[in-house]
């Protein structure tokens, strides 16, 4: 029960649910001001950490390969990514298209949603990043490959 000289405040976050009563004062209205201003630093900082982490650590370094089966022939795909100023880059390798390292026009990686543009090809590659289950790993990227009106559905995995 709350007495109208109790101040309550409802905090949610996914699961967890947290009830906080204050007494109407003038110290305590004080408190409760700069609490509010506290969560914001500390969830800033943490979202600070967050990014530094995930740039220094980009997830799509390296080179992803997987089958691109058109008919009845696998061309083969490896997309070899790189960072540079904070942008994405790529180059694709194909034995079956006859490409060997021809650069990307556009990469763009938005949440997990990824986008490499090759205007020479004429191939729009859009694809979902998937990650182990604690989030930290990435394990695949699952993908289409458009190219005029063709679209083949393709898994690709770090290549070693």
Known sequence: MVTPDLLVINL???????????????????????????CLLLSLNSAAALLAADASNPPLIGSWG????IGEDDLGLIFNFSMTGGE????IISDGLGV?????????????SL????????VEFTGTLRFDEAGENLLRIDANWFQGSEMVPVVLTPVE
Do not use: E, Q, W
């Not at 997987?66 to 089966?69: A, E, I, K, N, S």
């Open 12 to 38: 949610h976050r996914d699961s967890l649910r947290l009830n906080i009563y204050i007494m109407k004062t003038a110290t305590n209205c004080m408190r409760l001001l700069s609490f509010p201003l506290i």
């Open 66 to 69: 997987g089958p691109l089966v």
């Open 88 to 91: 994405y880059s790529a180059s």
């Open 100 to 112: 060997y390292g021809m650069p990307a026009d556009r990469v763009r990686l938005n949440g997990r």
């Open 115 to 122: 986008t490499v543009v090759i205007g020479r090809l004429n």
